[in-house]
């Protein structure tokens, strides 16, 4: 089962139906294209590229979830924490917000960074759980893999090159300051 915990301690079980994907279908837009998102074209390519785009990760998690947010989501609660806080004052737009919005607005306030990453793996994992094909699912399991050690490979190689660029400036400031600004470097 693909499932993530958000934030709030809240568990989430993504699960991928036919009703789903055409609910994501009609409601998910890629920013850059317009175009509506389609599940079933990652199944079909084994792209799973789209869901980096945090746009697109946070709206189809949230209509893959839609009923089950709907059982744990209690609007009067929601409405009178907002009336309570002042929130409306300050964002009075939102008090005309539809239902749906205000149950994205709940949704996201269980993601963060991390959450987030769990999500995206959550999604991916229910992806390839929706697969029919047996060869299918074995070939998306082992994008996955291969995207997953990319990613990785990739940041070691950022973080190293970030810390060589910091070490060589760490050499060259106290020249840089006595140069600049005529300071004495700072000693501990």
Same mark, same amino acid.
């Given at each position: 089962?693909?499932? /993530?915990?958000?934030?709030?301690?809240?568990?989430? *079980?993504? %699960?991928?139906?036919?009703?789903?994907?055409?609910?994501?279908?009609?409601?998910? $837009?890629?920013? =850059? +294209?317009?175009?509506? @998102?389609?599940?079933?074209? &990652?199944?079909?390519?084994? *792209? /799973?590229?789209?869901?980096?785009?945090?746009? &697109?990760?946070?709206? +189809?998690?949230?209509?893959?979830?839609?009923?089950?947010?709907?059982?744990? @989501?209690?609007?009067?609660?929601? =409405?009178?924490?907002?009336?309570?806080?002042?929130?409306? =004052? !300050?964002?009075?737009?939102?008090?005309? $917000?539809?239902?749906?919005?205000?149950?994205?607005?709940? #949704? $996201?306030?269980?993601?963060?960074?991390?959450?987030?990453?769990?999500?995206?793996?959550?999604? !991916?994992?229910?992806?390839? *759980? #929706?697969?029919? !094909?047996? +060869?299918?699912?074995?070939?998306?399991?082992?994008?996955?893999? !291969?995207?997953?050690?990319?990613?990785?490979?990739?940041?070691?190689?950022?973080?190293?090159?970030? %810390?060589? %660029? +910091?070490?060589? &400036? %760490?050499?060259?400031?106290?020249?840089?300051?006595?140069? *600049?600004? $005529?300071?004495?470097?700072?000693?501990?």
């Amino acid at each position: 089962m693909a499932f /993530f915990q958000d934030a709030n301690g809240r568990e989430w *079980n993504l %699960r991928i139906t036919v009703k789903a994907v055409q609910d994501v279908r009609e409601h998910v $837009q890629n920013p =850059e +294209t317009g175009e509506y @998102f389609d599940l079933y074209e &990652i199944v079909e390519t084994g *792209n /799973f590229k789209p869901l980096k785009k945090l746009d &697109i990760l946070v709206k +189809t998690a949230f209509w893959l979830l839609y009923d089950e947010i709907i059982q744990e @989501f209690d609007f009067q609660e929601f =409405e009178n924490a907002r009336e309570k806080t002042g929130f409306y =004052e !300050s964002f009075p737009e939102k008090k005309n $917000q539809t239902r749906t919005q205000k149950m994205f607005d709940w #949704f $996201q306030t269980g993601l963060t960074g991390e959450v987030l990453e769990e999500m995206a793996d959550a999604l !991916s994992e229910a992806i390839v *759980n #929706f697969t029919v !094909s047996r +060869t299918q699912k074995e070939a998306l399991k082992e994008i996955l893999a !291969s995207e997953k050690e990319l990613e990785t490979e990739a940041m070691k190689l950022g973080l190293e090159k970030f %810390r060589e %660029r +910091t070490a060589r &400036i %760490r050499e060259k400031m106290p020249e840089i300051l006595e140069e *600049n600004f $005529q300071l004495e470097p700072y000693e501990n």
